[in-house]
């Protein structure tokens, strides 16, 4: 056994003394509620200035943010909402928790980002919202989806959760016009160890929004006046306070991983059997969530082996996202009136991809370049034994 073993790589989440300043900041305020501090509504700002948007709101988490926005973009019973079936299952979870009905449609074999042909056709009278996710950090063909959303009618939510400091063109997220939302959970590229955001082009949802992510109560309530349905979905004052520190570290972050994945894309791409994420010439600032190849026509089994076998050599190495009609929650409440099988039939690239891709952790595109081929030949050591 003389199996190659990788160096060490950046730990993640990463912190140095302005988060730690944040939070003595934010507990020294003695207002730990947003209602009464000022971290919130500072970092709300500068997370939508950072991104282009009128306007952001924290929240609690990116699920609650998907779901903020849909039920203010009109999404509930009675309403369908299309989704790439290649995704984390909070995609979808989100409408169905609303009562909608989630309709998952295939993704791009290369990209991994919904196809907009499929989504077209999926598109029915009950149609509320499209969701493209942009898987990893690469932006989904947002010059496609706005011209569908435009002839269709239907509005375009964007999953942004991989995809903090992404461009389309020299647009950032805030600025395509549409409603996006972002996850600042653990793994995410910038966290608080939980947390979330919804950006907003315009003013008026964004007034509702913040009523209903606060029991339905303006901002200066003294009397109970609820004036809509809502939930508490308010992000304290501590995660503010670090994830303010995060943003100012999220672009040198990002120019350095983009800087390793060309590298190590190109390492990958020359393994036998091994197809990196391809990149979209339009996407002209990629985030880099996670770094993705597939090995077409292995086996999930074999697929599964492969990571072990990368994760037993050191590398931050996982199994791609199930397709989320393959998972038992999804027919748990607001499935289409479909099989599995037929939609399994409709999604060929989402079932390839759910077997036979690979995801390494975001942490590893923060190392040298001498890491990056480390990484390459353990994972061409791997995928020649699997
Ligand atoms: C992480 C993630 C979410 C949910 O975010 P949480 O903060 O974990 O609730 C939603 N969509 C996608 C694509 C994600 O990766």
New binding site residues.
């Given amino acids: 056994m003389n199996a190659r073993q990788a160096p060490e790589f950046p730990r993640w989440p990463q912190y140095d003394t302005s988060e730690r300043d944040g939070l003595i900041r934010a507990l020294e305020q003695g207002q730990w509620w947003r209602m009464g501090g000022d971290e919130v509504n500072s970092f709300e700002r500068e997370f939508a200035d950072h991104h282009g948007a009128e306007h952001a709101l924290a929240v609690t988490?990116?699920?609650h943010a998907?779901e903020l926005a849909l039920q203010c973009m009109g999404v509930g019973p009675g309403t369908e909402v299309i989704v790439p079936a290649f995704?984390?299952i909070?995609?979808s979870q989100a409408a169905q928790r609303l009562g909608a009905v989630a309709v998952p449609v295939d993704v791009h074999p290369d990209t991994y980002n919904i196809d907009v042909a499929a989504a077209a056709d999926a598109i029915t009278p009950r149609t509320k919202v499209i969701m493209p996710?942009h898987m990893a950090g690469l932006m989904a063909d947002m010059d496609a989806l706005a011209k569908l959303s435009a002839d269709a009618g239907v509005a375009v939510l964007q999953?942004a959760?991989?995809a903090h400091g992404a461009r389309w063109q020299g647009k950032r997220v805030g600025e395509l016009g549409t409603v996006a939302t972002f996850?600042?959970?653990n793994g995410?590229l910038m966290t608080a160890g939980?947390g979330?955001a919804v950006t907003f082009p315009d003013t008026e949802m964004y007034e509702t929004a913040f009523l209903r992510h606060s029991c339905g109560r303006p901002r200066d309530d003294r009397r109970y006046l609820h004036q809509i349905a809502g939930s508490n979905l308010r992000l304290n004052e501590f995660s503010a306070s670090v994830l303010r520190a995060q943003l100012r570290r999220l672009d040198e972050q990002i120019a350095l991983r983009d800087e390793r994945w060309t590298l190590l894309s190109q390492l990958l791409g020359a393994i036998d059997g091994v197809v990196p994420q391809s990149g979209d010439v339009r996407v002209d600032r990629r985030s880099h969530y996670m770094a993705m190849f597939r090995i077409p026509g292995i086996t999930e089994e074999r697929r599964n082996a492969l990571v072990d076998r990368l994760v037993d050599a050191g590398l931050p190495a996982f199994a791609a996202f199930r397709a989320i009609y393959r998972t038992k929650a999804f027919w748990e409440i607001g499935a289409p009136d479909e099989t599995q099988d037929a939609i399994a039939k409709r999604c060929p690239n989402t079932d390839a991809i759910s077997q036979d891709c690979v995801w390494l952790h975001h942490r590893l595109l923060l190392a040298g370049e001498q890491e990056m081929h480390a990484t390459a030949e353990i994972i061409a050591d791997g995928v020649a034994a699997a």
Avoid: P
């Fill in positions: 988490n990116g699920t998907l995704t984390f909070s995609s996710v999953d959760a991989h996850s600042f959970q995410k939980e979330g």
